[in-house]
T-cell receptor, first 111, second 114 residues
């Protein structure tokens, strides 16, 4: 039972570098989400998608981009990494918004 | 945007004590969810509530969907060490596409004192 798989688990980036956080789910869920969690804080929605080709901004989208070309995959792109993007990133998916399943997170440090 | 207020922010209790935490909003929601996050892991759904006034239990956990649809509480009875973690409430809010997306509260961090 793979569920929601995020890669990588850890990453250190230099300021100005770019990277893509990968997320894939095998539950055929239409809804997918990207959240960030700063130390000691709750989850803030970055972007979400309600199906292939349909995405929308969440609370904190600046500095990020997403795409949803397939039902399974929902990558999150950081174009110019900044220290403020140091955080733990969680991807989630759900058949509808009511029961979201989360990945184990990607811990990103920007130095 | 939608804002959920969870209280308390943190709790320090002894093993065996009961725990109560709540979540309030200025807006009405039709879905209230409670998640738990263990250290280093993603959140996991504990209880889902879909009807105002609904009271639902899951083992030692009990959650209620407030009658006004603006609040919910979660109780944990007879706490044990594995209850340690962060508890989040979440609501299903309306997205720009007319369907729902999840918004999470700020979390309640539960610590058990030996």
């Amino acid at each position: 039972n793979a569920g929601v798989t995020q890669t990588p688990k850890f990453r250190i980036l230099k300021i100005g570098q770019s990277m893509t956080l990968q997320c894939t789910q095998d539950m055929n869920h239409n809804y997918m989400y990207w959240y960030r969690q700063d130390p000691g804080m709750g989850l803030k929605l970055i972007y979400y998608s309600v199906g292939a080709g349909i995405t929308d901004k969440g609370e904190v989208p600046n500095g990020y981009n997403v795409s949803r070309s397939t039902t399974e995959d929902f990558p999150l792109r950081l174009e110019l990494a900044a220290p403020s993007q140091t955080s733990v990133y969680f991807c989630a998916s759900s058949e509808q918004s009511k029961r979201a399943f989360f990945g184990q997170g990607t811990r990103l440090t920007v130095v | 945007g939608q804002q959920l207020n969870q209280s308390p922010q943190s709790m320090f209790i002894q093993e065996g004590e009961d725990v109560s935490m709540n979540c309030t909003s200025s807006s009405i929601f039709n879905t209230w969810l409670w998640y738990k996050q263990d250290p280093g892991e993603g959140p996991v759904l504990l209880i889902a509530l879909y009807k105002a006034g609904e009271l639902t239990s899951n083992g030692r956990l009990t959650a209620q969907f407030g009658i006004t649809r603006k609040d919910s509480f979660l109780n944990i009875s007879a706490s044990i060490p594995s209850d340690v973690g962060i508890y989040f409430c979440a609501v299903g809010g309306r997205s720009n596409f007319g369907n729902e997306k999840l918004t999470f509260g700020t979390g309640t961090r539960l610590t058990i004192i030996p």
